[in-house]
């Protein structure tokens, strides 16, 4: 299938049959195929300035830092602007590393099941054995406990030589996994407790995918540095790390060519005003929880082990290989992709409509349905 054009949620191939695209980018494409606002935004950052690199400040960037800082629940908020998830993960693991090794301590505690991208670090950080296996070893920073066990985080940290818990409060990769709230609660409770920072991977989880800034908010709990890339960007490539200014790094200790660029900056000052402008949180939050009610009320008796999301971050753990639903859906018309063996996920654009929601869950139901029949 080769892709030629798209609008809002629709895309069409080249020739000429069109699909609704519930994979969006990966979670990337925040408002959807050609949304007007962030064309406009795109194109006049392109005709206005072009890239000066972050040793100089631009207006974009600046304005983008802001706005981070000020819509993120993190206090007195710092901000490192960066091109992808990965990389804003790589100067997240140098900071909390950094902050560690003036207290003495060397340790970073990372959940089973995780995924934090595909540069050396974030795979060493990574909770999927597969993914580091070919690469091992890798850097012995990190401590892993099971997702979801407040007992094991609590011994994972009684050493006292732990420099920060990082977790996604929403696992993605690992199958679109939301941690409860009380854990979420206790981790920080416990990093307080034992001197640790709360760092969260919002890479996929965060920029109102789940209906929040940050997909942690629900929880109450504020984290001391958080990133965040995917929707950011709203396609284009961004990543950014948040984080409590003291922890910040001295001149010459991180640095990006093309990190802050104006066009990137552009495209998530658009994404921001569009989600606030249109309310798009709550819409994420509505959207979500009626996709899911739909799903599992379409679906054939027995065939879903489980129906997990919050927003439009949703995982439909299915009873049969989730890679066989996911082509039997391409052949409806409907794209999404999987999170684990077992699990269809879709991420669709913010700007998802109620009948969109009804042909997506309808097409999954019967997919489902003819997986389980082959
Ligand atoms: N962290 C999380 C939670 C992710 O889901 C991903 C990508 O899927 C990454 C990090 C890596 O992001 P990128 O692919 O932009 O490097």
Redesign the pocket.
Known sequence: MTLVRGRGLEVWDDGGRSYLDLIGG?GALSLGHAHPAWVRAVTDAASTIGLTTNLVHTRPQAELASRLAALLPIPDARVFLCN????A?EALLKLVRKHGLALGKTAIVVLEGS????TVA?LAATGQPAKRAPFEPLLDWFRFVPPGDAAALEQALSPGDVAAVLL?PVL??GGVVPLPAGYLRRARELCDLRGALLAV?E??SGTGRCGEWLAISSSGVVPDVASL??ALGGGLPI?ALVARADLSFAPGEHASTFGGGPVPCCAALAVLETIEADGLLAHVDAMGSLLRDEVSRLAPAGSLADVRGAGLLCGFQVAADAGRVVTALRDRGVLASTAGADTVRFTPPYVTTPQEVDVAAKALAASIQEVAAA
């Open positions: 990966l992808s998830g990965a990389e993960n995924f934090h991208g595909r974030t996604e993605g990769e991977d890479v996929q890339a995917k990543g």
